[in-house]
């Protein structure tokens, strides 16, 4: 089958919207190398297709069958972002997959955000012990009318509130912080490897015979030329 | 847990395998390779998934990629096994065999006991 214009200009808007999500977490060459493999799967698909009376449907239900834009960079993230988290634990590409499914999901928002305030408390606690020895009657535990406040760092020091606290804070500081970072980039993993395990298992990368019926068979296709 | 799950987990555990044994036979592109195991097997792969999955196993060095222009009518990538990917599919196959003989026995004194 060849396409119209009409035909290729749906599959144009298709790799647009997929490129634009897959660059947001891939490097730009593997970006560009992965669109080039998707188009080619859809252009062996149309001329496995043969001629068509209504080329529309026919494009459709290939494109329906590949999976959306958003589903097949969901499939890379889980692969190579989500992948290379895990494997690695580093912190950067931990972030990459992340902030990729903060932009794609709802699920993954809301996790993220909640990660991200665990993230902003272990540097703070961090700062802390970091500011003290600098701004000691800055740094430290707030008492406002006798009582405990808050802990922190306070430029300037509010009126009515006391600063308290030695350079004994710093350990406590350096350690609630390091704790924090601990345990947030832990859930950050394991919110990853659930994810990932929630994308594959259910409908993500196999299908099964039964589930796929007549419209995903591919039998219509010739066999294609093997390399060799 | 249900058994649509427990299928899917069986599934893709052998999927890494089935895939580089399917090129350890010939180089294939991903089209070929659906439906090499489609044909061959139970495992029906959705299409826009096996990509990113040939692009990791091709990131860990386990299969080669490389372009070819003049095969059709626009461009394949075909996907062949490394030294490495060889080494790797050698070792899985090691396990599997271990793994489904393992099972295999534990599954037969099951039936027997049920008997």
């Known amino acids: 089958m060849k396409l119209s214009e009409t035909g290729e200009a749906r599959v144009r808007g298709y790799l647009f919207v997929l490129g634009r999500s897959l660059r947001s977490f891939l490097p730009g060459d593997v970006a560009k190398d992965a669109l080039r493999e998707i188009e080619s799967h859809i252009l062996e698909r149309v001329s496995l297709a043969g001629e068509q009376p209504d080329e529309r449907a026919t494009l459709e239900r290939i494109l329906t069958e590949l999976g959306s834009p958003l589903r097949v960079a969901q499939a890379y993230s889980a692969e190579m972002a989500v992948d290379e988290a895990l494997a690695t634990g580093r912190t950067g590409a931990v972030a990459r997959a992340l902030w990729h499914l903060a932009t794609t999901t709802v699920g993954g928002f809301a996790a993220t955000l909640g990660l991200f305030v665990g993230y902003v408390a272990g540097l703070s606690m961090l700062a802390v012990a970091v500011l003290k020895p600098i701004f000691p009657g800055n740094v430290g535990f707030f008492f406002v009318n006798g009582l405990p406040h808050s802990m922190g760092a306070l430029f300037p020091v509010p009126a009515g509130a006391e600063v308290r606290g030695g350079y004994w804070v710093i350990p406590i500081a350096l350690a609630l912080g390091l704790s924090i970072l601990a345990a947030t980039h832990r859930g950050s993993c394991r919110f990853l490897a659930w994810w990932r395990d929630r994308r594959t298992g259910q409908g993500g990368a196999l299908v099964s015979h039964h589930s796929r019926g007549s419209t995903g068979s591919l039998s219509n296709a010739s066999t294609p030329k093997t390399h060799s | ?115």
Do not use: C
């Open chain 2, 1 to 115: 847990m249900t058994i649509e799950n427990w299928r899917e987990q069986l599934r893709r555990g052998g999927l890494d395998l089935a895939i580089l044994s399917a090129v350890a036979e010939a180089p294939r592109y991903g089209l070929d390779i659906i439906r090499h195991l489609e044909d061959s097997t139970d495992l029906v792969i959705t299409e826009g998934t096996i990509y990113p999955i040939l692009a990791r196993l091709a990131k860990d060095g386990v299969l080669r990629a490389e372009w070819v222009a003049d095969e059709g009518p626009h461009p394949r990538k075909y996907y062949r096994l490394t030294d490495r990917g060889r080494r790797v599919l050698d070792e899985m196959l090691v396990h599997w065999d271990a793994f489904t003989e393992k099972i295999g026995r534990l599954v037969r004194a099951a039936r027997g006991g049920r008997k």
